[in-house]
C-alpha cells in the first residue's frame, strides 16, 4: 500500500511526464488492488485541477504466470480512455508470460510486443509534442 506521501510524489511526476506506461503482474485475474486505487486518485486529482491528463500518451501492460492479463488490460484502458489520454497499438496485446523474477525474459513475443508499444508511445510523444509546441 502507498503512503499518502508517495502517492502525492508519483502525481508530480506523473503530471510532469508526456507518457504514463503502467505495468503490473496480475495475481489474481486482475489488476492489484493498491494499483487501481493509485490510478483512480491519479485520475481525481487530474480531473481536480484541469484535466492534466488529457492527451498524454500511454497504456498498460500487465503480467502474469497463465492468465488474466487480456482482463487487466481492458480494466486498466478504462482509466486512459476516460482520462481522455491517447493509447497507441502494439504487434499484439501488451501482455507477457513469467512467474518468477526474470522468467519474462523467456517470452520473446512478449518482450518484442512490449518493445513495440514502447516505441510507439515514445514516437506519439515525440509527434504530438513537434504539433503542439
Known sequence: MLARGRLNE??????????FVVGTPVYFG????D???????????????????????????????????????QELLMFYLINDMVVPGSS?????????PGEVMNDDEGLKTARRFAENVAWLVDLLERENP
Open 35 to 73: 494499483l487501481t486505487s493509485a490510478l483512480q486518485r491519479i485520475g481525481m486529482v487530474s480531473k481536480g485541477n484541469g484535466d492534466w491528463l488529457s492527451r498524454k500518451v500511454g497504456g498498460p501492460i500487465a503480467v502474469a504466470r497463465r492468465g488474466g492479463q487480456t482482463a487487466t488490460i
Open 30 to 33: 486482475t489488476a492489484r488492488g
Open 92 to 100: 499484439y496485446w501488451n501482455m507477457l508470460f513469467g512467474m518468477q
Open 10 to 19: 508519483i502525481i508530480s511526476k506523473v503530471k510532469a511526464a508526456r507518457g
